[in-house]
């Protein structure tokens, strides 16, 4: 099959923000970007950490290239471990403006849209492979109300009739060098990131079939 036909699967990353210099989502999902991952071929996209902005780029990119499967990623600082996310909430809820200086209150991601999405990615398997390679992993039952939660509602909104393309969002960490300027801060390194992307893409390319017991962590 030729590499320009080969189907494809979408990573978004986005903007640094709230002062950072850097933002680990995309320079992690950019090293991924044209890889051949299972017979597909990785499309990643950098997406503006902008409520107004990051809507318009999203639907772009799902345009151009019409993936057979997309995960968004997001920085999560403070977080200790990758956050597989579970459920968009239909919220905005800014707690610090955009980076356009944009702070909504309480509004709907979409207005008369439903209360929640959950994500179509195999969490469980993602969750067992990427504990298998050593790289600490939970899954999540909140991805905030920032502009993570709205990029992931409005993936799932504009893939609901399409539940044969996987689709989700999961956090990621600081890199070291931005925990170094929060002391205490958790973080995990660009290698080791950029592995865990290809571990879970895997994953969703081809799930085990054994992956749906496996614990999502100390839960009741």
């Known amino acids: 099959m030729s590499y320009d036909v080969l189907p494809r699967v979408l990573l978004t990353g986005f903007e640094p923000f709230d002062g950072e210099p850097v933002n680990p989502s995309w320079e992690t999902v950019r090293v991924l970007d044209g890889a051949i991952i299972d017979g597909h071929r990785v499309a990643a996209r950098c997406l503006p950490t902008a409520f107004a902005g990051a809507a318009g780029a999203l639907q772009a990119a799902l345009r151009e290239h019409d993936p057979v499967a997309v995960i968004a ?73 920032y502009v993570c939660n709205q990029v992931f509602y409005l993936l799932r909104h504009a893939l609901r009739q399409r539940p044969e393309v996987p689709a989700g969002f999961v956090h990621i960490p600081y890199f070291p060098e ?43």
């Open 73 to 145: 990623v997001g920085q999560a600082g403070g977080r200790a471990q990758i956050s597989l996310e579970r459920v968009a909430i239909n919220l905005i809820d800014a707690r610090i403006p955009d980076n356009t200086g944009a702070q909504p209150i309480d509004e709907p991601v979409v207005a008369d849209g439903p209360a929640a999405y959950f994500s179509t990615l195999p969490l469980k398997a993602m969750l067992l492979a990427l504990r298998e390679a050593g790289i600490p992993a939970e899954i999540s039952h909140s991805a905030g109300t």
């Open 178 to 220: 931005q925990a170094a300027r929060h002391p205490g801060a958790p973080s995990l390194g660009q290698v080791t990131l950029a592995e865990a992307l290809e571990v879970m893409l895997r994953s969703v390319l081809d799930p085990p079939a054994t992956a749906s017991g496996v614990s999502a962590g100390r839960e009741a």
